[in-house]
Every structure is written in structure tokens, then in C-alpha cells.
């Protein structure tokens, strides 16, 4: 049966998946709007928020990216996302950033990452949540783009610039018709020489064999969405076989890339039944009125998962995570110590 939703929402949790512009408050999209002279076709940001495919998601979510034009901007983003997940449970989060159109549009890097930083200070001091950065290189902007953006994010680093020391790996999302991922190889180089850890999206529209190319070519460490592993049983063992983590995104995958009509017909249960260390994660949780408990929630009504199965959920997670050992230790703890509800 079912696990309980309050239950689920208190349950410490840890979301790898999720995308800092797109926690961004309907409230907030509206205020930077005005704010920063950015015109929105609606005074409810929300109304747009239904999407037939990830390409029209993303034309929205570069309308919320456009919203950010300075420091204070990125610090205001940062305390609302992680202030917003710690009252669902969200304990620790690796967070993805996209920074590629405001660098083009003139923002430096190192001001976005240090605004996002003083948001997190202030944010992790107020709920005990702590959360990494993911910088994200955007393939609408191409290979050579993101190799610069890893190469200014690398001398950043180097000169201990502040906000540099949240970042814990880089990564890539944005469209994936028509772009060979494996030619954002040399970035990814750049990124593991550096000691940076290696994610990236692929498989939300595209098959199992890019997926089995972008491991082997960008030596991809874990895969965001990764929805056709399992149509490849030679990807899926060595994904088993290895602990590759897939950080699935089941509500998005249902209403931003249409992968399939309802969750109950994800392949999460199969992917999990297989021995896959795939994960549950919220994607851009404002984007699609989500939280990762309620996301907890749907999939444990979706798939019958009651209170124990929902807590492995949860520490594969951890698992999944960056985090090192003793700091994976301090959550399986906290997670232990949360007692099964009683109905
Ligand atoms: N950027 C933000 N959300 C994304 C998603 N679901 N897929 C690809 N790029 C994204
Ligand atoms: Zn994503």
C-alpha cells in the first residue's frame, strides 16, 4: 500500500536532479520581470506553464532564465529554492546551473556564481539544507561554448573566486534533437582534469545508444533522466555492473518531454527491478508545480511503493549523491531516525 504523503514529505530527502531557474516563484519570475524590464505575455507566469514537448518547456524556461540580471538576482533564486525544498524535506541538493545566455548577454560568471553562493549561505545557516552547484552547459549555445564556459569556470576555481567552492561538477541539459552530445568532449576534458565530477542530460529525447556513447565518449559519471537505458541490455548491465546512477525525473518526463501519457506508465519500477540505481528528483519543480515530496508522494501512488520501499528511494539517493562518505553517512542516519508512520 501506499505510503502516507505527510510522511513522505518529512522523510529526508536528497534531490539530484534539479535545476535552479527552474525553482524560480511565480511571484519572483513576475518581480524580476518588472524589475529588470523583461517583458512577460502574462501577469501569471503559471499559464504558461503547460508544455506539449521539451522544446516548448524550454522556450519557457529561457523565459524564466532572462528574468536574472544581476548578483542580487541569482542570491534572491538561491535562497527561495533552497528555503522552498527544506520545507519538503529536501536535505541536501545538487543543483544544476545554466548560465550560458546570461554570459552572452554580458553577465560574468563569477558574479552569478558568487550571488548564488551568499543565497545559499543565507539559505543552508536558516534550514541545515545544503546544496552543491552543477554548472550546466546549455547545447543551444554549442561545444565551443561550453568548453569556454568549463574553462572560465576552471580559472575561477583556481583563483578561489568566491562561489567556486559550491561547485562540485559540471554537466549539460537543454535540447537534444539534432546534437551529437559527444562533441562537447573536450569541455568534458577540461572538467575532469580540473577534479570537477561529470553528469549530463541525455536520454529525455533521445535513444539508449547516445546515452551508451555520451558514458563512453564523456566518461559521464551519472546520466540525468536516462528514460531508454533499459531498451539496451548491454547499457543496462554495465550500468548495473558499474553504479551508474540515473537521475530520473518521473512527473517532468510525463508533462515536459511527453516520454509517456501517465506516470503509472514510466519505466521506473523497471529500471529499479533491474538493479538500476535510478533515483527520483523534481527537474524544475516550480516549472511544473512539484516539490520532491509530493513527487515522492505520486510515485508511491503511482506504483503501489509503500513506507520501506519509499525510504531505499531515498537512500539510493544518497548513494547517487556527491557527497563523501561520512557526509553520507550523517544523512543515512538522519534517515534512519525517521520513524514509520503509523496510519
Ligand atoms: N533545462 C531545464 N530543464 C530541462 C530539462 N528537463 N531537460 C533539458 N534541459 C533542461
Ligand atoms: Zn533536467
Known sequence: MEAPPRALDLLPKVDLHCHLEGTMRPTTVVELARKNGVPLPTEDPAELYAYSSLDEFLAVFWLVQSTLADRDDWARLAYEAVTDSARHGVVHQECFVTPARHRDGGQHLGAVLSGIAEGLDAAEAETGTTCRLIVDMDRAFGPEAGRQLVE?????????????????GVGMDSTELGVDSTSYAPAYDVARRAGLRLTGHQGENSTAQQVADCIDALGLERVDHGVPVLDSAVLTARMVEE??????????NVVVAHCFDRLEDHVLPHMRAAGLLATVNTDDPALSDLDLGREYAAVSRAFGWGWEQMVQVALDGIEASWLDDSEKADLRALVAMTEEPSR
Open 152 to 168: 572560465e569556470l576552471v580559472d575561477l576555481r583556481s583563483a578561489r573566486s568566491p562561489g567556486t567552492e559550491r561547485v562540485i
Open 243 to 252: 553504479r551508474i546512477p540515473i537521475t530520473v525525473c518521473p512527473t517532468s
